[in-house]
């Protein structure tokens, strides 16, 4: 269903074939998700890329890097269109000239930006691939919006690529629900000198697989690789 003040924004419902139904393995799935862009993209395998919103340089070439990488081999790269890491993340899987798709999870209404830096990249997004929100236009980011969107993320992916966080993050967030939904878990170790390892490094003791390139990720998750974007 279209909504009425911006035909771009479509909504989909829970009881809907559009409706993705990795999210249906949440105890509070959405009742309806706004989509602004190609949503049959729902329908591949997706890996989640999140981390520091004040990511060091090493941390927002890795965050690109994996994510152009990750996307070449056919996974969907998915994240939060935050500063920092998931920007960089969404910058690397859309690359360049690649012809390659990212979805953004947004903590406010897709009639809003958030953060206003990222307008270009949201619009880019939209074009090539898909801004999602179970907030309705008109809602703007609320502190309490962002751990909610973080369930999206970790429900729809298949795995969780924690780069950079520091000991209390969103992206820890993301990584307990995902490990509580049975998602694979993967972080990027750093210098134990360093507050944006610490998070990384809490995950690694709690069973994550220590990751230092993208086929440490492939390894895991084999089946999925590949896949075609072909035909979209």
């Given at each position: 269903m279209r909504t009425p003040k911006n035909p771009n924004i479509i909504q989909i419902h829970r009881n809907t074939p559009d409706y993705p139904a990795r999210l249906l393995d949440l105890s509070d799935p959405p009742n309806s998700l706004y989509t602004y862009g190609d949503i049959r993209l729902l329908d591949l395998p997706m890996i989640a890329i999140v981390g520091s919103r004040a990511a060091s340089p090493e941390g927002i070439r890795n965050a690109y890097y994996f994510a152009q990488a990750l996307s070449a081999e056919g996974f969907l790269v998915i994240s939060g269109l935050a500063r920092g890491v998931d920007g960089a993340a969404h910058r690397g899987a859309l690359g360049q000239n690649q012809g390659h798709r990212t979805i953004a999870v947004c903590g406010c209404g897709l009639d809003i930006v958030y953060p206003r830096e990222h307008l270009d990249l949201a619009q880019?997004?939209?074009?090539?691939?898909?801004?999602?929100?179970e907030l309705a236009p008109g809602l703007g980011p609320k502190a309490w919006h962002f751990p909610r969107r973080n369930r999206i993320i970790a429900a729809l992916s298949l795995g969780i690529l924690v780069i950079e966080a520091a000991e209390r993050s969103g992206s820890l967030i993301t990584a307990r629900l995902g490990c509580e939904l049975g998602r694979e878990i993967f972080?990027?170790?750093?210098?134990?000198?360093?507050?944006?390892?610490?998070?990384?490094?809490?995950?690694?003791?709690?069973?994550?697989?220590?990751v230092q390139s993208p086929q440490d990720i492939l390894e895991e998750l084999p089946k999925w690789s590949k896949t075609s974007f072909k035909g979209l």
């Open positions: 880019a997004i939209a074009n090539s691939g898909l801004l999602v929100s972080a990027i170790p750093g210098s134990i000198h360093s507050p944006l390892s610490k998070g990384c490094h809490q995950l690694l003791q709690q069973g994550a697989k220590l």
